[in-house]
């Protein structure tokens, strides 16, 4: 006995729509068996949760890439912001545990800040996103160079480090969970209720077709903006997950823009704008890291990993260009 | 749009993400014990050389390892004696990583503890450019410099800087990096790579279970130090007929030294011995096997406080080969005695201790900042400790 609700679900699913989760969801599932093929214990739960832990930063950065990829643009600058964020905190947290909360109010502020800027001048001074991200990028990282002098200063406390690095030991059925986990949660399901609000969906729609949108009453610069803005944030969360785990490093965010972009991609959301889930770009970023698990497993060289992420990305790409034009 | 946008992303990530191309990777798998061909850069002699001199007796003051000699051959200086007080002039490679903070810091006290016999002390920093220092060392020729101090970027590019500097007629110290010339009165250095990679290698392959599996790490390829520390290493785990199953470049980043820690934990269960040419990332790869909830194998690191530190509390079983930044006193009363007319020795070659277990507390000062490096022999300079903190 079957309703007719349910059975109507089986029907959509299968009409594969662009942007929808399906495809990713079916390749993370072929990447699973593969791992379990491979390395059966990494599938245990310590394992996989640490893994989940590890992961956390670039999926977050994979979900603020596409706030603003879904928008039409493109943010190219997250990278070097992470790096820049860990670095600023070292220099001010100097090893003091007492300044941990403050500095991680101010990262949170400053990624905001770079987020408006960046956002203000793609839509008030009309320069094409990858430009004024790339140049945010090349400010950001020659900032830092010149601030430190070229050598990393100061240290991280132990609190601030904690949020990367620790977990909840002794939990039941899971073993340790990472607070970088919880915190991946908890942004996660924030992101995902963001994008059924209305503002998601005139997120959508101001990539899909800027013009309707604007002519139907949407502001597009200051949509656009505060997309900007939330990769911003996403970025300092990141910078303070990744800062936490590995402690003081100049190359805390290198690639990183890259590797949320290419899971932005492979998550199946449109470049360009207007299509695509949340949470398949989080799922995409998720499937990358696992791919890159496997491959070390396999015991291929590190240095590929970039070449697999240029193919990953022209791949996707040449496949949803395919599909949009056959629409 | 989008295949433009692509291009565009793409072409950025090629700048963005070149360290993989920097250098050919370690990983790739070689045949045999998996320490690969021998580097271009041993020199068997050299390499006797250094080993050696490990077991040989210094020279001078013992509670002054910075003016202790091995081996000396003294060299006539009565030709640039002068009267003081004197100005003294550096061309600095570059101020880019703590090893050379701590050691500029502790070449700048040194300076002010000589204050009554050096009236001016001019410091250039070429920061990490070859062409830079070149210019630097020429504009320095026309200071009035009594004597030059220069601690050369690259060896082959600066040589001839530096004997155009000889012929100019003052007198010239080299240390840390040395220059394919003669002419400069002395060239000081410590023991060396050869020296500094040996000892970790002995270490790590005597303490670790036998048959065990060890991880190489190396901050980048092509540097002379850095080669002939991983090529007497690679020496010593032929010899012990060790199991290395990864050579790794870190580029000296804590991130990468982690997620490259973590990769081979993960890939192998566990690793057995962590052989490192540079102690920066020594702490990375602690946590790294610590995060993972493995027993932190037997490893080397080297004299930064961060690395001793963890190496007491966590009870490692460790050792710290040095190169140590007390070198950096040594040119400054080198070029003062050299300006008195005194003999000096021409190779100034400075002992190069090892913090072991017995030494560590001696070493350990925990109200030092993590980056500092325990051999500065700095504690009696002006300043000590607030100027390297």
Redesign the interface.
């Known amino acids: 006995m079957q309703t007719v609700q349910p059975r109507s679900l089986p029907l959509r699913l299968p009409r594969v729509r662009p942007g929808g989760v399906l495809p990713i969801l079916l390749i993370l599932a072929v990447l699973l068996v593969l791992v379990g093929i491979r390395?059966p214990?990494?599938l245990a739960p310590?394992?996989l949760m640490?893994f989940l832990g590890?992961s956390a930063p670039i999926i977050l950065l994979a979900a603020g890439q596409y706030f603003v990829i879904v928008s039409g643009e493109?943010d190219?600058s997250v990278?070097s912001l992470v790096t820049a964020q860990v670095v600023v905190a070292a220099r001010l947290i100097d090893?003091d545990p007492a300044r941990t909360w403050p500095v991680v109010l101010l990262l949170l502020a400053f990624g905001a800040l770079v987020g408006l800027v960046n956002g203000l001048v793609t839509t008030r001074l009309r320069v094409p996103s990858?430009i004024t991200t790339?140049g945010m990028?090349l400010i950001l990282v020659g900032a830092v160079y010149l601030w430190s002098?070229?050598?990393p200063?100061g240290?991280l406390s132990e609190e601030f480090r904690r949020f990367g690095?620790r977990a909840f030991e002794d939990v039941p059925l899971l073993g340790r969970v990472p607070y970088a986990l919880l915190v991946l949660v908890v942004l996660a399901v924030a992101a995902v209720l963001l994008m059924r609000s209305d503002f998601g969906r005139t997120l959508v729609a101001v990539g899909d077709n800027p013009r309707t949108a604007e002519l139907s009453g949407v502001r597009v610069w200051r949509t656009r903006t505060i997309a900007f803005i939330l990769s911003g944030l996403a970025a300092a969360v990141a910078a303070i997950l990744?800062g936490g785990?590995?402690?003081?490093?100049?190359?805390?965010g290198?690639?990183l823009?890259?590797g949320a972009?290419t899971a932005v991609v492979l998550g199946g959301v449109?470049?360009?704008g207007g299509r695509g889930a949340v949470v398949g770009a989080m799922l995409g970023a998720l499937t990358l890291e696992l791919l890159f698990?496997l491959m070390?497993?396999y015991?291929v060289?590190?240095?590929?990993?970039?070449t697999v992420?240029?193919g990953i990305?022209?791949l996707a790409?040449a496949v949803?260009?395919t599909r949009s034009s056959s629409r | 749009?989008?295949?433009l946008?692509?291009v565009?992303?793409?072409s950025?990530?090629a700048c963005?993400?070149d360290?993989?191309?920097a250098g050919p990777?370690g990983?790739?798998?070689a045949a045999g014990s998996g320490t690969g061909e021998q580097s271009k850069f041993f020199v068997q002699a050299d390499y006797d050389a250094e080993l050696s001199l490990l077991s040989a007796t210094a020279t001078g003051p013992a509670d002054k390892p910075w003016e202790q000699v091995l081996n000396p051959t003294m060299v006539d200086t009565a030709k640039f004696k002068k009267n003081g007080p004197h100005k003294i002039c550096f061309s600095n490679a570059?101020?880019?990583?703590?090893w050379?903070?701590v050691g500029f810091k502790t070449m700048q006290a040194e300076v002010e503890a000589q204050k009554s016999r050096i009236k001016e002390f001019v410091h250039v920093d070429a920061?990490?450019k070859d062409q830079k220092q070149i210019a630097d060392i020429n504009d320095l020729l026309g200071k009035g410099c009594d004597a030059l101090i220069v601690s050369p970027n690259t060896t082959a590019t600066l040589t001839p800087a530096v004997e155009a500097a000889c012929q100019a007629g003052l007198p010239v110290v080299v240390f840390d990096r040395g220059v394919n010339t003669k002419c400069p009165v002395t060239f000081i250095n410590p023991i060396g790579g050869y020296g500094f990679g040996h000892v970790g290698a002995e270490f790590v392959s005597q303490k670790m279970k036998p048959g065990g599996k060890v991880l190489a790490l190396r901050i980048l390829p092509g540097v002379d130090v850095l080669e002939t520390r991983w090529s007497a290493a690679k020496v010593a785990f032929d010899k012990a007929k060790v199991d290395v199953v990864g050579v790794?470049f870190t580029?000296g980043?804590?991130?990468?030294t982690?997620?490259?820690v973590?990769?081979y934990i993960?890939?192998y269960?566990t690793i057995d011995g962590v052989w490192m040419d540079a102690g920066a990332v020594a702490?990375?790869a602690v946590?790294a096997f610590q995060?993972?909830?493995k027993p932190v194998p037997p490893m080397n690191g080297e004299d930064q406080l961060d690395f001793l530190k963890i190496w007491k509390d966590k009870k490692l079983t460790a050792i710290a080969p040095t190169y140590p930044t007390y070198q950096w006193r040594t040119p400054v009363i080198a070029a003062l005695r050299i300006l008195d007319g005194e003999q000096v020795s021409n190779p100034w070659k400075l002992p190069q201790p090892t913090v072991t277990q017995e030494n560590l507390d001696q070493y350990l000062d925990p109200n030092m900042?993590?980056?500092h490096y325990a051999m500065c022999g700095c504690t009696d300079l002006p300043g000590y400790p607030q100027r390297w903190k």
């Open positions: 390395q214990d990494f310590p394992s640490s590890r493109f190219l990278g090893s990858f790339l990028f002098d070229g050598a200063k240290g690095r990744l785990y590995s402690g003081v490093s100049f190359q805390a290198a690639g823009e890259f972009i449109a470049l360009g698990a070390n497993f015991g060289s590190g240095a590929l990993r970039s992420q240029g990305i022209l790409v949803s260009a | 749009m989008a295949a946008a692509a565009t992303v793409l950025l990530a963005a993400t360290e993989p191309a990777s990983s790739a798998p570059a101020l880019n990583n703590p050379r903070q920061e990490g790794e580029d980043d804590p991130a990468k982690k997620k490259i973590d990769d993960q890939r269960g702490v990375a946590e995060d993972a909830g900042p993590p980056l």
